[in-house]
């Protein structure tokens, strides 16, 4: 349908107000966030398309305190639970409890239900219980005891994990990772980063106010305007050129990757490109997606669905090498 040029204004509006919400939302989790510029971007990102978001990193680099700080700047409800050894499927989806007042079973919600759920060390926990976390994550619905239990509309998994420590853990199977919109990797702050976050420790001012400046109604209808954000049958192009050649490098000129590669991206992988590209042009103000926004999303999209093979490991080869050679082919030379 034609646009008239009453309604692209209105459109543009929108465009410019969700802009600016994101910016104050970002003001206040630098109020106790430093730098980590990207992270923030991303998470929100995330939260904006209601993919799930794995955030892994070394300890003491604020991840959980990042996620927490949306959740204190984002009018929403939010759960943490922590991942151990001896979870239960019933302590994160929630169990029928028998009532002997009235001689009844009743449902007793766990803390899946909520807006916002913060999972911490993901890998801790059994393989039942992230079964039974993932199986959330994609249905958006619990079935327990033959009744089934919608969750919020507005749910989003951020789940950490530490990749230093191995014992004790149970790593999350490659179709069970798949799941995940988006993998982001916490590196260590930057010296003047760090000096800033050593100067508020020695103030004292190490846990500021953080502001309510964002409703779940408000990022749903954000959410509503990454349909209407433009992106131009090229990008797509790129896309599944970029996807497809993870699979089948030889097809695409890429010889030097086809022995790299043990399993490509699957079709999720094309979908959250297109998806997180609109998002972030959404985020950066823009009703169209450029080059760009694809390249600033496409490490976080597939670093966790392409497997390098045993010769690439040994090779000292990871995920990250082989898409930016998938990159520059399909994104750089070709914008």
Do not use: W
């Amino acid at each position: 349908m034609k646009l008239t040029v009453s309604d692209k204004i209105i459109l543009a509006n929108e465009f410019e107000k969700a802009a600016q919400s994101y910016e104050k939302l970002k003001y206040e989790i630098k109020k106790v966030i430093v730098g980590q510029d990207n992270l923030i971007e991303k998470i929100f990102l995330a939260i904006l398309m209601g993919g799930h978001c794995l955030v892994e990193g070394p300890p003491g680099l604020a991840k959980t305190l990042i996620i927490k700080s949306f959740s204190a700047a984002i009018q929403s409800h939010f759960a943490r639970i922590q991942f151990t050894p001896d979870l239960t499927p019933s302590d994160l989806t929630g169990m029928q409890l028998y009532n002997p007042l009235n001689h009844t079973f009743e449902f007793k919600e766990g803390p899946i239900f909520t807006n916002l759920l913060l999972v911490d060390e993901i890998n801790r926990a059994p393989a039942k219980v992230q079964s039974a976390l993932l199986e959330c994550m994609q249905e958006k619905q619990v079935t327990i005891a033959g009744q089934t239990h919608r969750m919020e509309e507005l749910f989003v998994v951020l789940a950490t994990q530490n990749p230093q420590e191995h014992e004790g853990t149970y790593p999350l199977p490659e179709a069970q990772i798949d799941r995940f919109a988006l993998k982001l990797i916490v590196d260590y702050p930057e010296q003047h980063d760090e000096e800033s976050i050593l100067l508020r420790f020695c103030s004292g001012n190490l846990e500021p106010e953080i502001n309510n400046v964002c409703t779940v109604e408000e990022i749903l209808q954000m959410r509503k305007l990454i349909d209407k954000v433009f992106i131009e049958p090229k990008i797509i192009q790129k896309i599944v050129k970029l996807v497809q050649a993870s699979r089948k490098p030889q097809s695409f000129g890429l010889k030097d990757l086809n022995n790299i590669i043990a399993h490509g991206a699957s079709p999720r992988a094309s979908i959250y490109l297109a998806q997180a590209s609109k998002g972030l042009a959404l985020l950066r103000g823009r009703n169209y997606v450029l080059s760009q926004d694809l390249y600033d999303v496409v490490f976080d999209i597939l670093r966790h669905r392409i497997q390098p093979s045993h010769r690439a490991q040994i090779d000292g080869i990871e995920a990250e090498n082989i898409i930016q050679s998938l990159a520059n082919k399909f994104i750089l030379m070709e914008s």
